[in-house]
């Protein structure tokens, strides 16, 4: 299996900061990669789906970039309602996998 | 709309067997592959295998082949996860979502999840 990981694990920021998650896969993954958000309680949403690109409705404060083995996730501005976990995940294998997650707290 | 709707929680005792459903709505069930996500409390996400139910194509993680069985009703649009012999492991979150045409795709819509409880 192609293993991602995620880093930090969890991160502290403030309302207004720029915060960025790295993942890391580990082979060559083109750019099948997409991030996803989950609240307590609540179903994933994908918010980047292609490594860069903006699923339909998610805040253009969001944003992905990355090819091969290492990708990022940008937030540009933290908002109160982004304080939740994020999820990169593969999609070039059909063996697909997760990265163990970044939970986002409020500082 | 395309919504997926799963069956309601379960609390089931080690050794019993158990389907759960994740049905389809607003899109072409049969166009799209489902696939089987589970979270343990307090844990990250792992995906358990996928289905196309046009042709009822199924592929299955390492880790979870053997243990579950992943199967699909075209004529009800309707995804089944299931369990011949509960363990207390299994114990989890576990959410159906849609993964598009291609099996490179992401998910993009999800079910709400159906909590499983086992326990003695």
């Known amino acids: 299996d192609i293993q991602m990981t995620q880093s930090p694990s969890s991160l502290s920021a403030s309302v207004g900061d720029r915060v960025t998650i790295t993942c890391r896969a580990s082979q060559s993954i083109s750019s099948y990669l997409n991030w996803y958000q989950q609240k307590p309680g609540k179903a994933p949403k994908l918010l980047i789906y292609a490594a860069s690109s903006l699923q339909s409705g998610v805040p253009s404060r969001f944003s992905g970039s990355g090819s091969g083995t290492d990708f990022t996730l940008t937030i540009s501005s933290l908002q109160p309602e982004d304080f939740a976990t994020y999820y990169c995940q593969q999609s070039y294998s059909t063996s697909i996998t997760f990265g163990q997650g970044t939970r986002l707290e409020i500082k | 709309e395309v919504q997926l709707v799963q069956s309601g929680a379960e609390v089931k005792k080690p050794g019993e067997s158990l389907k759960i459903s994740c049905k389809g709505s607003g899109y072409s069930f049969t166009s799209y592959w489902i696939g089987w996500v589970r979270q343990m409390p307090g844990k990250g996400l792992e995906w358990m295998g996928i289905i196309y139910p046009g042709d009822s194509d199924t592929r299955y993680s390492p880790s979870f082949q053997g243990q579950v069985t992943i199967s699909a009703d075209k004529s009800i649009s309707t995804a089944y996860l299931q369990w011949s012999s509960l363990k207390a492991s299994d114990t989890a979150m576990y959410y159906c979502?849609?993964?598009?045409?291609?099996?490179?795709?992401?998910?993009?819509?999800w079910g709400q999840g159906t909590l499983v409880t086992v326990s003695s």
């Open positions: 979502a849609r993964q598009g045409v291609q099996m490179t795709a992401p998910f993009d819509y």
